[in-house]
Each structure stands twice: as C-alpha cells, then as structure tokens.
Nanobody
Framework: QVQLVESGGGLVQPGGSLRLSCAASGSIFNINVMGWYRQAPGKQRELVADITTGGVITYADSVKGRFAISRDNAKNTVYLQMNSLKPEDTAVYYC???????????WGQGTQVTVSS
C-alpha cells in the first residue's frame, strides 16, 4: 500500500501561481508513475500531468506551457508548479501513483485549487 499526502492548494487570482506537493510513503519501492489528476464540479476526473521513474513526462494539452511536473525520487515526492492559472483550472487536485508491474493506482485525499478574482 502507498500513502499519499498532498499540500499546497488554495485560492489564487487569475494569472497567479501555486505549487502542489505530494509525499509518498509505504510501499514506495513499487511506484513507477507519479502524477496529478483534477476534478472540477460536474466533470470527470482528468489527468493533469504525470512522470515516470525514468523521467518521461505527460501533460494534458490544457496545461502545456503553464504547468511543470517534477519528481524527487530520493524524497519520494512529486511536485506540480502551476503558473498563469485560469479560472478553468479550479478543481480538486489529486495525487496519483501507479504500481510498477500491476499499474494499480493509489490516490491522495485531494487538495482544492480555486482560481478567482
């Protein structure tokens, strides 16, 4: 089992920045992919960005050029730097990991990001 603890959400004005962090504990040796999903009210949960142990990164088209994902394998932590935030980025952001062989997912509790003036 992998436990995930997120931090860094909050309220920010349009054009502002936030940095999310997610620390993993437990069966960390089995983690391959770490990433972030988000879910806005009335919408399905969607991938924002993820990064493999080897550093391969995937971004949603809607965040390319504005968000940057990074990972510190020594600290078992994944970060999401969010710049030029827009109201449509408002959502609950969930940390996610995928196991190395099975692909089984683990989820954090979620952190609210609200972009509003």
């Amino acid at each position: 089992q992998v436990q995930l603890v997120e931090s860094g959400g909050g309220l920010v004005q349009p054009g502002g920045s936030l940095r999310l962090s997610c620390a993993a504990s437990g069966s960390i040796f089995n983690i391959n992919v770490m990433g972030w999903y988000r879910q806005a009210p009335g919408k399905q949960r969607e991938l924002v960005a993820d990064i493999t142990t080897g550093g391969v990164i995937t971004y949603a088209d809607s965040v390319k050029g504005r968000f940057a994902i990074s990972r510190d394998n020594a600290k078992n932590t994944v970060y999401l730097q969010m710049n030029s935030l827009k109201p449509e980025d408002t959502a609950v952001y969930y940390c996610n990991t995928k196991a190395r062989y099975s692909g089984a997912p683990s989820w954090g509790q979620g952190t609210q990001v609200t972009v509003s003036s």
